[in-house]
């Protein structure tokens, strides 16, 4: 298996030429979504007005960040990939953001009362998905919350193509097993876990829904 550097390198690469794409595609898909809406709704409903949260994983558009941004919560968005930050910054002037891996994230310990990772784990190899979480747990708040969405199959590896760009990434999809596990593992109380069919307008695969609680080791 290669590095997590070296993927992480190929995931910013990657959005880096996709990240205009992207941006056209999905900006606008939690207005088609309700389930998804409803879910963001029950996940702000524990926080308040001078709350942060991490969209970890913004994406070009950081429009989950900013549906909640959007309810009064403060959001920082962050992603490895510095044209979908040149492209969040553009699109959400009165947003914050950063450029950085979110395994490696150079906030303080305890600095976030919310963490998101809307499918930002599917570049990232099985093997290297623990090392997230608990780089979740660190820079939550105790009590902190995690919602965390995945795409729901068993395989991993290596594509040649995002969204009709040629451009090398990795793609892994996930178990309600393994995401359990993934929580318990990094000190999470699971709250919530729930899968649903895709929409007739996504990628043909189940989606995962999680939602856990930091306590501390
Ligand atoms: C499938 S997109 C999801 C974007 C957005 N959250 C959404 O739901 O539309 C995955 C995003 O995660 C980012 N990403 C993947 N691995 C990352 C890492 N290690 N550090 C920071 N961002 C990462 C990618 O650059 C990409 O923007």
Do not use: W
């Amino acid at each position: 298996m290669d590095t997590l550097k070296s993927i992480n390198l190929l995931t910013r690469q990657a959005y880096n030429l996709a990240a205009q794409k992207y941006h056209e595609l999905f900006h606008n898909e939690m207005y088609k979504k309700e389930y998804d809406r409803k879910l963001l709704d029950s996940f702000a409903a524990r926080f308040h007005k001078d709350s942060l949260i991490c969209d970890a994983g913004c994406g070009p558009s950081a429009h989950i960040g900013r549906y909640l941004f959007e309810k009064g919560i403060n959001i920082v968005g962050v992603d490895i990939s510095e044209k979908c930050i040149e492209l969040a910054q553009q699109y959400n002037p009165e947003m914050k953001f950063e450029c950085a891996d979110i395994s490696n994230m150079s906030f303080d310990n305890n600095t976030f009362d919310g963490l998101i990772s809307y499918y930002s784990l599917i570049n990232t190899p099985k093997i290297y998905v623990q090392r997230f979480f608990t780089e979740f747990h660190r820079v939550l708040k105790p009590k902190g919350y995690l919602l965390v969405v995945a795409k729901a199959g068993t395989t991993e590896g290596y594509n040649d193509d995002l969204l009709g760009i040629k451009a090398k990434n990795y793609f892994t999809l996930f178990s309600v097993e393994e995401i359990v596990d993934y929580f318990k593992e990094a000190n999470f109380t699971l709250e919530f876990i729930e899968k649903r069919n895709p929409y007739d307008f996504e990628i043909s695969s189940e989606r995962i829904f999680a939602i856990g609680k930091k306590v501390l080791k």
